[in-house]
């Protein structure tokens, strides 16, 4: 029943911090046990997971892109969002909200959305 939906630019221009929002239907953020995260796709590439804010707000990050990666959340919105620092064209690809929980087991993904780092 979860639904997911990203919002943001489709171009970014080098340098430049990426903001992307996910609005979340048919379920609440705050959902005990589950994890809301962004995953990105690169061009011939696969997933790779960029990080998750909690139920609680706890956040975690990919490693390689904790220095320049920010989620938070509104919760009156039902939204979380993703910021992307110092953006690019290696971050060229298509960015993805997803949902999970373990108990009860869950996972939603949104469509998707294509960001393209040009100048």
């Known amino acids: 029943q979860v639904q997911l939906r990203e919002s943001g630019p489709g171009l970014v221009k080098p340098s430049q911090t990426l903001s992307l929002t996910c609005t979340v239907s048919?379920?609440?953020?705050?959902?005990?046990?589950?994890?809301w995260a962004w995953i990105r796709q690169p061009p011939g590439k696969g997933l790779e997971w960029i990080g998750y804010i909690s139920d609680t707000g706890s956040t975690y990050y990919n490693p390689s892109l904790k220095s320049r990666t920010s989620i938070s959340r509104d919760t009156s919105k039902n939204q979380f969002t993703l910021q992307l620092k110092s953006m690019t064209p290696e971050d060229t690809g298509v960015y993805y909200c997803?949902?999970?929980?373990?108990?009860?087991?869950?996972?939603?993904w949104g469509q998707g959305t294509q960001v393209t780092v040009s100048s």
């Open positions: 048919g379920g609440s953020i705050t959902t005990n046990s589950y994890y």
């Open positions: 997803h949902a999970w929980s373990k108990s009860p087991p869950s996972r939603s």
